[in-house]
């Protein structure tokens, strides 16, 4: 049964500073005030830019309800919440958890905080799911990267956000997109699959582990073509012995043919086993 979402009111959010911005709009740090307490939230206001054209309001509408129908279907400890949905100066706003820790981009490539291995592990495999979730519930995430996964819990949980919310045109044409979008959606041969957002996780894995962005040493007008030609991140070196079973994972995430790639079930499932594994050499060690 899906959750239902509240309809709030504008009189009951007190918005903060911005912190963030994407093709729909600004995300505010915001206070609401329920009945019992005082929440801090993210607020998420969307703004029409579909400039009059009765097309792209239809467009721009549908997605929106796209974004909210499915933020209904799912509870999952990493999914991120929808509290409610309100009118903010004639925008629709909606009501998220607010991620304290920020996002995981924010935290590999804006932080210098150490991390390690085990605690990368553990985020991709929370990742891994919360998107085997989604896929169960007929979700694709189509614009999955680190900007999308968020941190709470002084950086321990990981929550999959923004999913399903562009269409295929604009992900696209979103420059920082290019990295992690599967070779068949660059050659616009097929649209979105689950094995779409597979691909994404495989290109995820390799930076949460290195900690660099994916080709960062290329142009990014060129990295589509890249991608088109089975070019991946070099993952020679990446990690010591210890954990050199995740490499085949996140060789199989990326494959070239879409039909190659595994579920993410069998991604899930296969970072668990290499867990184990790892626990049980830590034992090992130690005894």
């Not at 918005?15 to 729909?24: M, P, T, W």
């Not at 009059?52 to 721009?60: A, C, Q, Y």
């Not at 981009?105 to 979730?133: N, P």
């Not at 790639?261 to 290499?274: A, F, I, K, Q």
Request: proline share 2%; net charge neutral; aromatic share 10%.
């Amino acid at each position: 049964m899906d959750k239902i979402v509240i309809s709030v009111s504008s009189n009951e959010i007190q918005i903060c500073e911005r912190i963030g911005y994407g093709s729909y709009g600004v995300v505010h740090k915001a206070l609401w005030q329920t009945e019992l307490e005082v929440i801090t939230i993210a607020l998420k206001i969307i703004e029409d830019k579909s400039q009059d054209s009765e097309t792209e309001k239809i467009r721009f509408e549908k997605n929106i309800l796209r974004e909210i129908e499915n933020l209904q279907k799912c509870t999952h400890p990493n999914i991120i919440t929808l509290y409610g949905v309100s009118k903010y100066s004639d925008n629709i706003c909606l009501l998220f958890e607010y991620a304290d820790c920020g996002s995981l981009y924010k935290f590999l490539h804006r932080t210098k905080r150490e991390v390690s291995m085990d605690e990368r592990i553990d985020w991709m495999l929370q990742c891994a799911k919360g998107l085997e979730y989604l896929h169960g519930k007929n979700i694709i995430h189509r614009s999955l990267t680190t900007r999308s996964l968020l941190l709470f819990d002084n950086c321990r949980k990981l929550k999959i956000a923004d999913f399903g919310k562009m269409n295929e045109v604009e992900i696209i044409r979103t420059v920082f997109m290019c990295c992690y979008l599967a070779p068949e959606v660059c050659m616009g041969k097929k649209n979105f699959t689950e094995k779409s957002d597979v691909f994404s996780f495989g290109i995820i894995f390799w930076e949460v582990i290195q900690r660099e962005k994916p080709f960062c040493d290329r142009d990014l007008h060129d990295i589509s073509e890249y991608i088109k030609r089975g070019i991946r991140p070099d993952i020679y070196n990446l990690i010591n012995d210890d954990y050199s079973g995740i490499v085949p994972i996140m060789e199989c995430c990326w494959r070239q043919s879409s039909t190659d790639r595994p579920t993410m079930s069998e991604v899930r499932r296969d970072l668990n086993y290499s867990i184990k594994r790892y626990d049980h050499q830590s034992n090992c060690y130690i005894s």
